[in-house]
């Protein structure tokens, strides 16, 4: 059997794309409000939107544990992988990747695990490469250099409403979350070396989606791209995207994908969040 190719709720791949590439996706776990779930599977987007509009919230997000992982690498290697490839969201945002090497370590060099230095389909995207590499008969170095080669080629901008659910979960700090309120500010962000920063600043929401646009037209450049767009509580600002995306980037577009954030990207997020993550193709 090929490679088995992991990841986790965080990286918002449409069901179906899942399903062909015979992924598996861990859930991390949210509490909203004092209500606990599994991310995708008893929590929902329509939950944390639900959640996170109300005046007084509380969001907080943990990782899965270390058993979790290699519960289900022990299960793919008694049922026939040849090994497990396991790639997860930036180790700056959250502990899973270091919950998932905590738990390889007790498979040696069977299990190699990614940190893809982004989420949504920044993730998304690298996991889709390793299990095109896997399909295709590679050994565990070689899809683990698939999904490496996929993470240099991805790039991830998002719009948010306002910088506080940021803030408040501890991913920005309070003077980036004041430069970003003052003046009524709207803050795009970007993510270097895995981190969310502060990329650009606009006034209203609608020079926040064609800023976007912008953004992810410059990190195209001249290659032929994939292109994911998520939201939250925000259907028609996706579609903006997707349909001025398509104008500009033309024939060197190939696949769209549109989902919507899950609980864990929104309780630190929030509300109107827009996301845009270009994959350059290989050459």
């Known amino acids: 059997m090929p490679v088995a190719v ?31 779930g599994r991310e995708g599977v008893e929590t929902f987007p329509d939950d944390a ?31 026939g992988a040849a090994g497990v490839l396991s790639v997860h969201l930036s180790a700056e945002l959250s502990g899973t990747v270091e919950a998932a090497r905590l738990a390889a370590a007790e498979f040696g060099d069977r299990v190699a695990v990614v940190d893809s230095r982004s989420t949504g389909m920044g993730l998304g995207f690298p996991a889709l490469a390793a299990a095109a590499a896997a399909a295709e008969g590679a050994d565990l170095s070689g ?26 979960g501890g991913r920005i700090n309070a003077a980036e979350a004041l430069l970003g309120t003052a003046l009524s500010v709207k803050p795009i962000m970007h993510m270097p070396d895995g981190t ?21 037209v410059e990190a195209a450049g001249d290659a032929e791209v994939d292109l994911a767009v998520h939201h939250l509580a925000a259907p028609q600002r ?22 919507e954030a899950g609980a864990v990207v929104a309780a630190h997020a929030g509300p109107g969040l827009a996301c845009v993550v270009i994959h350059r193709r290989p050459s």
């Open 6 to 36: 992991v990841t986790d709720s965080t990286a918002y791949l449409p069901p179906e794309l899942v399903r062909a590439h015979r992924l598996t996706v861990v859930p991390l776990t949210v509490v909203l409000n004092g209500a606990e």
């Open 49 to 79: 939107a639900r959640a996170l509009s109300g005046r007084r919230v509380s969001a907080s997000t943990s990782r899965p544990a270390p058993e979790q992982f290699a519960q289900v690498y022990r299960e793919r290697l008694a049922t």
């Open 143 to 168: 899809v683990r250099q698939a999904a490496v080669d996929a993470i240099a080629r991805t790039t991830i901008f998002f719009y948010v409403d306002t910088l506080e659910f940021l803030r408040r």
């Open 196 to 216: 969310i920063a502060l990329r650009d600043k606009v006034r209203t929401a609608s020079r926040g989606v064609a800023r976007l646009v912008d953004l992810a």
């Open 238 to 259: 996706a579609e903006q995207l997707v349909a001025a995306l398509t104008e500009r980037l033309g024939a060197r577009l190939h696949d769209t994908y549109v989902t």
